[in-house]
């Protein structure tokens, strides 16, 4: 009987990000992934459509790299500011 080894508890991770500039929209989007030093497994991102949404956050086919739409500051309304634009109708 072999010695089962311990199922790893993910302690430690080791997160990649990379910026790319899509060339022909001028967008940027930034690409993370993540994975478990100890056993080197990758982590899943979880509720994040896959594809490609230039305004928005997606993932990969598997799951393992999310894109995410970014841009300088000052570029897009901020989510306040969005918030502040929103106007609230129809109260009785
Ligand atoms: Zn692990």
């Known amino acids: ?8 508890k ?6 990649q990000c990379r910026v790319a500039r899509l060339e022909d929209s001028g967008r940027f989007m930034l690409e993370v992934g ?3 030093i100890d056993c080197g497994k990758p982590f899943q991102f979880l509720g994040l459509q896959p594809g490609l ?25 901020t989510p306040l500011q969005g918030l502040q634009g929103y106007t609230i109708e129809g109260h009785n």
Request: aromatic fraction near 2%; include cysteine; glycine fraction near 8%.
């Open 10 to 15: 993910h302690m430690q991770f080791d997160a």
């Open 1 to 8: 009987m072999t010695a089962q080894t311990q199922p790893c």
């Open 53 to 77: 949404n230039l305004s928005g956050a997606t993932a990969s086919l598997d799951g393992l790299e999310a894109n995410i739409a970014i841009c300088p500051q000052g570029v897009q309304p």
């Open 34 to 36: 993540v994975r478990c």
